[in-house]
């Protein structure tokens, strides 16, 4: 990408900014979009461009063209697909699919925090030589998007670097800006959701997830709460999950293909430096949906490569090898993202965390040991439970206070966006692959029986800025 092009993008960001989103899928359940039971939500891969009168023409209408034309978000009547997929310049047409996620954060009752400088705990600003780091780079000029669970507006670590002016809400294949009434957690330590109605904006954090992912990877430095990787960079706040009543009771978190495409075009455009996925789909069975699903997926990741973005998401928390399971977790599996693993205190594989050779680029701090006997324990470890975990911010009317202990790939994808805002600072028309590759480089090797499946190693962020020139 040109250097000219890369300023037009920080240039927006300027003009943009004002002064002052591990989930993933345990229970996989497939369903057609649940507007009613006439209408569908579909992902319409194009063959070429201008194809919005041929879509029209078998009654549906387009509401977004993304990806620069490649995908297309539409809706319109059940059953089109063997119609639309008769129409020479279209390569495909998918169904939307809802995904239904299971927090697999660790939210126990009575975890609270006590005086202690918050810096102590975060054993992962440490050991990855973060703050230290500071003196190089804070991430200055450059922007990252959260797509989540949302973020917390008022938390006093994310306040001063949220731009509120760019959040946005993404659900049912449309953009959601200004305030709205949205359904929030309310019992956060329990396994069934239970979910209240709160007036606020529309990327407003309705789970906490989103919260504790964004204070890993951009907390504001000071003197009271804790500091994350890149601490100046400006967090783009986009929804792009939202809880639904169940039949069986209770609340479900729901995410959509159409709305994690339409999220990630949205940041593109919006002129961000990283966009962060801490959630996806998956596990998918190998067969035509997989397959549609990724070239899905392909398109807008290389759509945002190509526009100088760079991906970095969660490798999923099942604790298998991905080279040779049969299953497959989106957008990770995706080639031109940055996937990435999760490691504990000790640098070994957290017992939580996906790996393998070929899919999972690099590792970093994610929480927890690489068993969960050794997890729980409250003796005998240098980190006893839950500071073993990954201490971070969330929502203060959700779960009572702004901090807590949570572990996955989630956060330690975070950590990964985080250091990729540094490197664009440093670096600022460095493209996608380059700061792919200073991020692995810069990785150190970690310990255990893992250590080939775990990408590059884990990140060192002093490592990293500094081989920077020899990369160039």
């Not at 057609?32 to 201008?50: C, D, F, I, P």
Request: one cysteine or more; charged letters at 25%.
């Amino acid at each position: 990408m040109s250097e000219l092009k890369y300023r037009s993008r920080r240039e927006m960001i300027k003009g943009l900014s004002v002064g002052g989103f591990g989930l993933y899928s345990f229970n996989t359940r497939v369903k057609a979009n649940e507007q009613s039971s006439r209408e569908m939500t579909y992902v319409v891969l194009s063959g070429e461009k201008g194809i919005r009168h041929k879509l029209q023409e078998k009654n549906l209408n387009v509401l977004h063209e993304i990806g620069d034309g490649a995908v297309i978000i539409a809706e319109g009547p059940e059953g089109k697909e063997e119609e639309v997929r008769s129409i020479p310049v279209i390569n495909d047409i998918i169904p939307n699919y809802i995904e239904r996620l299971s927090t697999i954060q660790n939210k126990k009752r009575g975890v609270q925090v006590d005086s202690e400088p918050y810096l102590r705990k975060q054993w992962d600003k440490n050991i990855t030589n973060t703050v230290e780091s500071h003196d190089i780079a804070t991430g200055d000029g450059t922007s990252i998007a959260i797509i989540d669970t949302g973020v917390d507006h008022s938390h006093p670590d994310l306040e001063p670097v949220i731009d509120t002016r760019r959040g946005r809400l993404i659900h049912n294949g449309r953009i959601h800006s200004g305030t709205r009434t949205n359904r929030v957690r309310r019992n956060p330590f329990e396994e069934t959701p239970l979910t209240k109605t709160v007036e606020g904006p529309s990327s407003l954090d309705i789970d906490g997830h989103g919260t504790h992912v964004a204070g890993i990877a951009a907390a504001s430095s000071n003197e009271t709460g804790i500091v994350g990787v890149a601490p100046d960079t400006s967090v783009v706040p986009i929804r792009a999950a939202v809880y639904k009543e169940s039949d069986t009771g209770g609340s479900e978190l729901q995410i959509t293909l159409a709305d994690i495409l339409l999220a990630i075009d949205y940041a593109v455009e919006t002129g961000v430096d990283v966009i962060n996925i801490s959630l996806g789909l998956g596990p998918l069975p190998e067969g035509t949906r997989q397959r549609r699903f990724f070239a899905a997926f392909r398109r807008l990741i290389q759509y945002a490569i190509e526009e100088g973005v760079i991906v970095v998401v969660s490798g999923g928390n099942q604790s298998v090898n991905l080279e040779n399971y049969p299953f497959r977790f989106l957008p990770s599996s995706n080639r031109g993202v940055i996937s990435v693993a999760a490691t504990g205190p000790n640098d070994k594989k957290s017992f939580i965390s996906n790996y393998g050779q070929g899919i999972i680029d690099v590792a970093a701090p994610g929480g927890g040991y690489e068993t969960v006997e050794k997890t729980t324990r409250q003796d005998g470890v240098d980190w006893p439970y839950p500071t073993n975990q990954i201490f971070s911010s969330v929502p203060q009317t959700i779960f009572g206070n702004n901090y807590q202990y949570q572990l996955g790939t989630s956060m330690a994808a975070s950590q990964v966006a985080g250091l990729a805002c540094l490197v664009r600072e440093v670096k600022p028309n460095s493209h996608p692959r380059r700061v792919k590759y200073a991020i692995k480089r810069g990785a150190v090797e970690t310990a255990g029986k893992y250590t080939s499946e775990l990408g590059g190693g884990r990140i060192n962020v002093s490592n990293t800025l500094s081989q920077l020139r020899e990369v160039e």
